[in-house]
C-alpha cells in the first residue's frame, strides 16, 4: 500500500499506544496497573458537565464558526488574563480540538519545509512527529538528568540556525515534569525576539505546579506578545481530556490562519464541548486546586517507592503529574530483559515486559528522545500507586 510520503514521515503517538495496548490485557480480565496516559483519573467537576447537559437541552447541536463560539474566545482570553496575567482578544483567540491540534495547527500555519523547530529533549512524543508532518526538521537541544532536566537559554541559542523558525518549550514538561524557571523562560523569549524565531509555549500543565509555585505564562512578559504563541488546553486543568478542547492565543494572522485550517479540515469543536469548556474558564477554580493537592501527596509516595528500588534514580518532578525514573542501571529478574540488554537496561524491552509480565503499563523513553527512562503517570490513586510500586520492585530484583 502506498501511503503518501508525508505520512510515512510520522510514527504512531507511543502514549497512545500504550494506552491501547494496555486496554488489550484489561479486556482479557487481566488487572493492569495503568500508568500509561497522561490522563487526570479525576472526573470532569459536575458544573462543567451539568454545562454540557444544558447544552445538549437547548438544543446547542449545530456547527459553530470554525475557531469556537465568540463567548468562548472571549472567556478563555479572560481566563487567561486572570490567572496568567496576559492581555488577548477573541481575534487573537482560536478553540481548538484538544492541545494537539492547537500545536499541530500552529506548526502548519507557520513552518515550511526545511524550516527547524529547535525542542529540548525529553519532550513530549507528539511534538517531533508534527514537525515533521508539517515538512519542519527537528533540532534537538539535551536537558540532562543531573540537573532536573532544566533547560538553559545558552543551549537554545547554540541550537539556532538561520533556518530556525520556531522554539517550542514545554513548561511544566511532559515527561520530565521540570519547570523553566522564569529568568530563563525570558532569555529564551528574548533571544527569540532578536531572531525574529516564533516561541510556542505549550502551556498544557500550566496549573500544576508544585510546593506552592504559582502558574506563570511567558506571554504575560512585556512586549511578548509578537513572539509568543500560547498553546493551551482544558484536558488536564480540568479533567476534560475526552472533551477535546483545546486553544491558542496567538497575533491575530497566526489565528485567523488557524481557523482557516480548522474551516477546511474539522471545522469547529464539538459545539456541546465548547458549552462545557465556557463554564470551566468561567466557573470555579477550586477543583483544580483539590486536584494538585492530591497529585503532589501521590508525587511523594510516588518518588519514595521509586526511588527505594535498587540502582533507579529519578528526578523530583517539580509539575505535571509524570516521574521519568532512569532505570538503565537496574537490576532485573526478567530473563528476557537481561538477555536484551547491553550491561544497560532497554527500556523499550523493559516496558514491554513489564505489561507483559508484571501488568504495569508505562510509556517507554525512547518516544521521549531518551532511552533508558520510561514515564509513569501517577494520576492514578494512591491504591494502585501502592499495588504498582510493589510490582516493580518486584520486576527490578534479582532471583
Ligand atoms: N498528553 C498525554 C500523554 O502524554 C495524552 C496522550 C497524548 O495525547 O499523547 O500521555
Redesign the pocket.
Known sequence: MQLSERIERITE?S??AV?VEAEKYKARGIDVVDF????PDFPTPDHIKRAAIRALEQNFTKYTPAGGILPLRQAVCEWHHAQLGTSYQASECAVTV???HAIFNTVNVLVNSGDEVVIPVPC???FPDIVKYAGGKPVFVQTHEHDGFCLHSRDVEAALTPKTRMVIVNSPS??TGAILPEEEFAKILDLCRRRGIWLLTDE?YSHFLYAGRRPFSVASLPDAKNTVIVCGSL??TFAM?GWRVGFVLAPEPIAKAIVKLQSQSTSNPTSIAQHAALEAVRGPMDSVASMLAEYERRRARVLAGLRAIPGLACTEPQGAF?AFPNISACPTRDAECRAASNGRLDSSVVARRLLESAHVAV?PGEGFGAAGYF?L?YATSIERIEEGLRRLTDFFSQD
Open positions: 503517538s502514549t497512545l494506552m500509561g496516559p497522561g490522563e484538544g492541545g494537539k513530549w512524543v507528539s511532559n515527561p498544557c484536558s488536564k481530556t509524570y510509556v514515564r503517570s
